[in-house]
Nanobody, 124 residues
Framework: VQLVESGGDSAQAGGSLRLSCAAS????????MAWFRQAPGKEREAVAH???????IYADSVKGRFTISQGNSKNTLSLQMNSLKPEDTAMYYC???????????????????WGQGTQVTVSS
């Protein structure tokens, strides 16, 4: 399995960015994919989870601003980020799990595969 993120960039506060994750060798069926982020000096945190049945879970800090979805390609994961804030600055990682669980388990499932990350920088 290989996950490759793209779309990271610099943006002004209030702006938008769209991240994409291309997954190869992975079957998104009955499983979870997610976006995580890690800011300098901070622990990695979950941003949003997507179950293959369409169910989603968001961190409180991004609810109403970010949208996780399956991309146009079946093996693409997207994260639309609107109303960006400086505190959204971080390295963003795509993750995929092979555990076949329900959507409620996405927030606690172990993610087996990770991308290399894409940097998002938001300035005020």
């Amino acid at each position: 399995v290989q996950l490759v993120e793209s779309g990271g960039d610099s943006a002004q506060a209030g702006g938008s960015l769209r991240l994409s994750c291309a997954a190869s060798g992975y079957t998104f069926s009955g499983t979870c994919m997610a976006w995580f982020r890690q800011a300098p000096g901070k622990e990695r945190e979950a941003v949003a989870h997507l179950h293959s049945n369409g169910g989603t879970i968001y961190a409180d800090s991004v609810k109403g601003r970010f949208t996780i979805s399956q991309g146009n390609s079946k093996n693409t994961l997207s994260l639309q980020m609107n109303s960006l804030k400086p505190e959204d600055t971080a390295m963003y990682y795509c993750a995929a799990s092979t555990w076949r669980l329900g959507v409620s388990a996405c927030a606690r499932v172990r993610y087996n595969f990770w991308g290399q990350g894409t940097q998002v920088t938001v300035s005020s």
